[in-house]
């Protein structure tokens, strides 16, 4: 029997710092994480989320006549 896994995902190895592991470990403890990895992605798939989210909402033209004038008010523009 082979120990490959039964999905198709594929992984990589990232290091990070000892003491931020133990803190993270520390953080999980009693939580539905049960591994470092687990959580680690769930992060990070959270604030790639997130600024996915902040790249989808551009200024309309209004905002950005709105912070042009603030602009030209503050003698930033002329």
């Not at 710092?17 to 990895?37: C, D, M, N, Q």
Request: hydrophobic share 30%.
């Amino acid at each position: 029997m082979s120990d490959k896994k039964t999905d198709d995902k594929k992984y990589t190895t990232i290091s990070i710092p000892t003491p931020l592991a133990e803190k993270i470990k520390k953080r999980i403890e009693g939580t539905g994480f049960h591994s470092l990895s687990s959580y680690v992605t769930y992060v990070l798939r959270e604030v790639l989320s997130g600024m996915e989210e902040e790249e989808e909402e551009a200024f309309t033209k209004e905002d950005e006549e709105k912070v042009k004038e603030r602009l030209r008010a503050l003698g930033y523009l002329d």
